[in-house]
């Protein structure tokens, strides 16, 4: 069964520190999909980032990067230079790409507080 | 443009009664999800519908919860019988297409049974 395993509750940093979300997940099937979404005070879910299982060459984006690791079924999470306004619960999700179910099954979130 | 709509944003109900809670996805998705979010959690998948198909419904918890999308666009979720376990932020998705697309997902509807 596929399962997303977000092992830090909370993180609290200052600013300008960078941070690693974690995020570890088990899947039977070859072909899946990542993703990691925001969550800010505000409640809404922002989408982040997409990755499939073939594509296993780091991301990076502004100051965010993700590594993804198949060797260890790790989709980590890193912001740098981190800014209050990050603070937010970030969730990672898996989906698996059979039988027709497109469903998303996250993790239970991280919280991350940024303080000034 | 305008993204995934929810309406209401907030519903208090009474226990026994039915809810409808309605989404409008972004214009063009042909793929709609409804996921559940109790305080603390990630969201936990409920349904999901390919045009006006049900391909999953798996995450439905019983036979009180049912969707539909008749016309491909908009949807609703429907609780029959509401029971104070059923409180959570209910929240609607939706994605341009299969093979595991990303889902924009609505502000939600938060429901309290009381």
């Known amino acids: 069964a596929q399962k997303v395993t977000q092992a830090q509750t909370e993180i609290s940093v200052v600013e300008k520190e960078d941070v690693t979300l974690d995020c570890v997940y088990e899947t039977r099937d070859t072909t899946y999909y990542l993703f990691w979404y925001k969550q800010p005070p505000s409640g809404e879910l922002v989408f982040l980032i997409r990755?499939?299982?073939?594509?296993?060459q780091n991301e990076i984006s502004g100051r965010y990067s993700w590594n993804f690791q198949k060797s260890t079924s790790s989709f980590n999470f890193t912001i740098t230079a981190s800014q209050v306004v990050d603070s937010a619960v970030y969730f990672c999700?898996?989906?698996?790409?059979?039988?027709?179910?497109?469903?998303?099954?996250f993790g239970k979130g991280t919280k991350l507080t940024v303080n000034p | 443009g305008a993204g995934v709509s929810q309406s209401p944003r907030y519903k208090v109900t009474k226990r026994g009664q039915d809810v409808a809670l309605r989404c409008d996805p972004i214009s063009g998705h042909v793929s709609l999800y409804w996921y559940r979010q109790a305080l603390g959690q990630g969201p936990e998948f409920l349904t999901y519908?390919?045009?006006?198909?049900?391909?999953?419904k798996s995450g439905l918890p019983n036979d009180r919860f049912s969707a539909e999308r008749p016309e491909g666009s908009i949807s609703t979720l429907t609780i029959q019988r509401t029971e104070q376990r059923d409180s959570a932020m209910y929240r609607c998705?939706?994605?341009?297409?299969?093979?595991?697309?990303?889902?924009?997902f609505g502000p939600g509807t938060r429901l309290t049974v009381t």
């Open positions: 519908f390919n045009y006006e198909a049900q391909q999953d």
């Open positions: 999700a898996l989906s698996e790409h059979q039988g027709g179910s497109e469903k998303l099954v």
């Open positions: 998705a939706s994605s341009p297409g299969t093979a595991n697309y990303e889902q924009y």
């Open positions: 990755r499939n299982s073939f594509d296993e």
